[in-house]
């Protein structure tokens, strides 16, 4: 029970990281925000049909049966939307398409289920059960294995999105829990209902569910957060505020000063090679930081937000959280200021 109302704060957690900074979310990450909300929802159901309630009503067997389906179909919708490119409302044709399935695949099982006296899709009372166990088994089979297929296609080196490190490991894990509790859980009622126990199948599918949970934060976090965490993470290092007086410049940079030929390093130095000659020729002395590093390095000492340089690159806020993440961590490992102009810090002996 504990477990269960754990799993139910920590979903509703990850949902509201994801709700509060859902503007200028892409596609890819406004699905994400959907699942998080439609896994809250569940925990939320299943912990009061557990432990509050006795009975299961018609209401809640539509919404939990369509609410299943469209979360099983969701992760393989968000590995096809990464990176690409979207028009307006297309958000509304993907979701209206999950929709869709979600309540024709309802259809389906309400149909099969309508044979029995009992009309409840997953209830065990209900004589043709079997059936739509075996049914949601294929289905949870299917769109794994399409998930999986889907992610061998995404290339992060070739992407302009993100999708590597620990975001990838973290988006990785999440659905192929998810995934698997599902799997799990309709093998247990199988087996439950060969008269077969499967022992510590349902301790298993607590810990997978509360593992989802958490995962959830954590995607949050790096999909919304990052930038909030790393000010947090920098606001607590000790830092000279003479020397950084001294040292920080700041720069002006016009927006509207041919912003669509800057989308990597090369175009920073072509378009400014005069204006901002300082800040490339002092970038370029970092030998150890990447091109898109150098890009970061360079952008780090205007004013610029997150948002700005995410509209500047057509990228997501997290792509621009994570690289400049990428960039402070590498110029601390090399013993560099974390801020322009990069000095090369003193090793006393």
Known sequence: MFISHLTFIFSAIGFLLFIIKSYRQTDFERFLTLFSYLYFSLSGMWLYLNFYSNTTNYLFDLYGAVSENIALLVPVLIVYLFNKKTVNYSIYKYL???LLVGFVFFGI???IASGSENKLIFDRSNSNLIYNVYIQLGYDFILFGVFLIGLRKIKSDLSTELFDGIYKKV???LFIAYYCQDILYFLMVLFLMKNTNFEYGEYITLFLNLLISVLIITLALY????????KIKRGWEKVNIEQQKNELQVFSFDLKSNPKDVKSWNDFKQ????EFKDIIVEVEKIEFLSKTEKLYAAFQPFELSHKDIASLLSVSLRTVGTNFYRLRLKLKENNFDEDFPYHEKKTTI
């Open 271 to 274: 378009v400014y090679a005069e």
């Open 96 to 98: 209206g398409f999950v």
């Open 171 to 173: 988006f990785l894990i």
């Open 109 to 111: 099982q309400y149909f």
């Open 223 to 230: 999909t919304n957060w990052l930038f909030v965490l790393n």
